[in-house]
Structures are given as C-alpha cells and as structure tokens.
C-alpha cells in the first residue's frame, strides 16, 4: 500500500466516517466484547489496509492486530506519542473548535502532507525532464566531462 502521509490523501480521512468506511470487514468485529473493533480503530485514527493490519493517516504507523482485546488508542500512543492526531483523538469530532491549537496542529500537518505531495510530483516531473535533456547534450559535452 502506497505511503498515506506520502500520498497527501490524509484530508479525507480528517472525519471518523470516511476511516470507518475503509473497514468494510474486520477480523474483530464478530467478536462479542472485542476492544479492538474497527469503531475504535477508526476513532484511533486508523484505516484498514489489510486483513488484519491498519494505518494511521496521521503519522502513517502501520500497526497488525492479532488481540481482540487490544486498546487502539492505547496502542496507537505506544507506538506513536509523536502522531499530530493524538491530541485531538478522544475529543468527539462534534466538540472539535476551530480555535482548538491541538486541531490547528493536525490541520496545518495535513495541508504539509499535501504540499509535499505537490512538490514531490513536481520533483518527479523535473527528473524526467532533465533526463530527457541531459540524454540529448551528452553528444555534445568534451569528452573528459562524459
């Protein structure tokens, strides 16, 4: 699965909905009692990219879940204390402010995420072309320079 902080695509999994959409089955969620649900998977700031694996588009940790019984919020701040998502994840999307600095701070990492995305294809595009360029001078460069 491609990068999602890479991709730029975190924005639309800013909302609680959109990341439960990803679980359309969940190895857990049969299971009478089970913390690690893809309700609180989602609420964690997780999406589902595999049978039994998950990512955070906010800090892109890739967690694979095989307890029922494991915490997805407790879980996602052992493995990630630095995620920009972690302030602002047990404060129901409904209570979110938009002067909240916690939420400011996700927002302004998304919109990075999605710059870097921008300037990483720009990047691409630029390699190719000087590629192109450089193949066509070569012919002509003084051969100590070849």
């Known amino acids: 699965m491609a ?4 991709t730029g695509d975190a924005f639309k999994y800013l909302l609680f909905d959109a990341r439960r ?5 969940w190895i857990f969620d049969k299971k009478a009692g089970a913390n690690c649900s893809s309700d609180n998977l989602a609420k964690a700031g997780f999406i589902k990219t595999d049978k039994d694996a998950t990512c955070c588009v906010f800090c892109d940790k890739e967690l694979v879940w095989d307890d029922p019984a494991d915490d997805p919020l407790k ?4 493995h990630s204390a630095g995620c920009p998502f972690l302030p602002i994840m047990r404060i129901p999307e409904q209570e979110w402010k938009a002067d909240d600095e916690a ?7 998304l919109a990075a995420m999605a710059h870097i995305k921008t300037l990483r294809t720009y990047q691409g595009e630029c390699d190719i072309a000087y590629k192109k360029a450089e193949s066509k001078l070569i012919p002509y460069l ?4 070849k």
């Open 3 to 6: 990068n999602i902080v890479d």
């Open 21 to 25: 959409a990803t679980f359309k089955t």
């Open 75 to 78: 879980e996602h701040e052992d």
């Open 103 to 109: 939420l400011a701070e996700v927002l302004a990492t």
């Open 142 to 145: 003084p051969s100590e320079s």
